[in-house]
């Protein structure tokens, strides 16, 4: 009797196992998805540590070089060396604000999971046409 199933069983048995495939791929892409977000993170706190220390640093060598600079050329053009000082800070400053716009808008989140379910649109827009009846 168990091989004696109408057409409403198997169509009711191929809607489950499609259910269950969509499933599965719908976890495997959410776990993907995850992981992503994780490794995101961790990599957002690793640079947001190294660029405050970095930032620290370079603030310090940096008073450190206007004070030489200016000690140097206290004599002889001490307000062509603070101006100089000031112009060479003001233009690594905005290249600085420049390159953190530029990559601010570069796209890298979850980029595997997007590249995954392109994929997957793709293999089942090729798949239904393939049994379009057109």
Known sequence: ??????PASRLFAAAKQLLKSLVGVGETRL????????EERARLVTLLL??????ILLLLGLVVLVLLVVVLFWDSHRLLALSACVLALLGAGLGCGLWVRHLAHRPSLLKSTLRHL?????????????????
């Not at 776990?31 to 977000?37: A, F, G, I, S, Y």
């Not at 190294?50 to 930032?55: E, N, T, Y």
């Open 1 to 6: 009797m168990a091989d004696s199933q109408g």
């Open 31 to 38: 776990r993907l998805l995850v992981v992503e977000l994780e």
């Open 50 to 55: 190294l660029a405050g220390l970095s930032l």
């Open 118 to 134: 392109a994929t997957d649109r793709e293999l089942l827009e090729k798949g239904s046409e393939r049994h379009d009846p057109r």
